[in-house]
């Protein structure tokens, strides 16, 4: 499957099989998170592989009510919890202080390209993920003992889709996009 089949048939994936996933394919999938740009190639980011039930539906149970990834946390065979070291992405190289205006936020960037690859490669090997961000982080870095200087950013459950849902509708190009000058619709 080439880059543009993957990224035009992805989907969020909120039901799964429960097919088991063996450890040579999710390996596989973070190895393309792990090949992602990154600030200063720092790679801030770290991954927890959850097979646990227990975990799985405690995990599940850190999501705000009437999150629609709930029972997919639960359910999925895997679950991935996405992490950052804090205090490197977007950091100048002697830690002296932020590189940007933008302060310490980068690490979310660099994280969510990171998940971005492992998702479209997931895809790309018949598996679903969704991200999930709607959760009670610290409930959750409590459940997982994530250490000080640590966060997490996002999880995803990972496993054999039921179906592939309809794509959802995206803006066009001509509502999104600007020449020139913030606005400058026309080129
Ligand atoms: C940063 C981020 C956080 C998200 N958090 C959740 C979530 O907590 N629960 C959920 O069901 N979907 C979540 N989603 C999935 C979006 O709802 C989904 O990507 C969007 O509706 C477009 O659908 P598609 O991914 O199938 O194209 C999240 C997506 C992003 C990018």
């Not at 992602?36 to 405690?58: G, H, L, Y």
């Amino acid at each position: 499957m080439d880059v543009m089949e993957a990224i035009k048939g992805r989907r969020s994936i909120r039901k799964y099989k429960p097919d088991p996933v063996d450890d040579k394919t999710v390996e596989a999938v973070l190895d393309a998170a792990r090949l992602a740009p990154s600030w200063a190639n720092t790679q801030c980011w770290r991954f927890i592989v959850v097979r646990d039930a227990e975990t799985k539906r405690k995990l599940a149970e850190c999501l705000y009510p009437g999150n629609s990834a709930t029972i997919a946390i639960e359910q999925a065979p895997v679950v991935i919890i996405a992490c950052a070291k804090l205090g490197e992405a977007g950091f100048l190289h002697d830690h002296s202080g932020p590189a940007t205006s933008k302060g310490d936020i980068w690490y979310m960037f660099d994280v969510a390209t990171a998940m971005s690859q492992l998702m479209l490669a997931a895809h790309a090997m018949g598996l679903g993920t969704v991200h999930v961000g709607g959760f009670k982080i610290k409930k959750a870095e409590a459940l997982l003992g994530i250490p000080e200087g640590f966060t997490i950013v996002e999880m995803t459950p990972l496993g054999y889709p039921v179906d592939q849902p309809k794509a959802r509708p995206r803006k066009e190009l001509g509502e999104i996009v600007f020449y020139e000058k913030f606005g400058n619709t026309g080129k």
